[in-house]
């Protein structure tokens, strides 16, 4: 049931993103593309934070 709700909740999400780079025209895809590029700067941040905490928890001298 989750994972149905995750896939329905990312298929409105790409929904808005089309509509809205089709709404604002000639600039739709820059505009498309700075909103995709801003979440995966977002996404691969707290991948890179996730992995150094797990650095972190492996290694409990502090050293790594």
Same mark, same amino acid.
């Given at each position: ?12 999400? /790409? #929904?808005? &993103?089309?509509?809205? =780079?089709? +709404? ?18 977002? /996404? #691969?941040? &707290?991948?890179?934070? =996730?992995? +150094? ?12």
């Amino acid at each position: 049931m989750i994972t149905l709700l995750r896939c329905a909740g990312l298929g409105l999400v /790409l #929904i808005v &993103a089309l509509l809205f =780079a089709v +709404f604002v025209g000639d600039q739709g895809p820059w505009y498309f593309a700075w909103v995709v590029g801003t979440v995966m700067i977002a /996404l #691969i941040s &707290a991948a890179a934070g =996730a992995m +150094f905490d797990v650095q972190l928890d492996a290694n409990p001298e502090g050293e790594l």
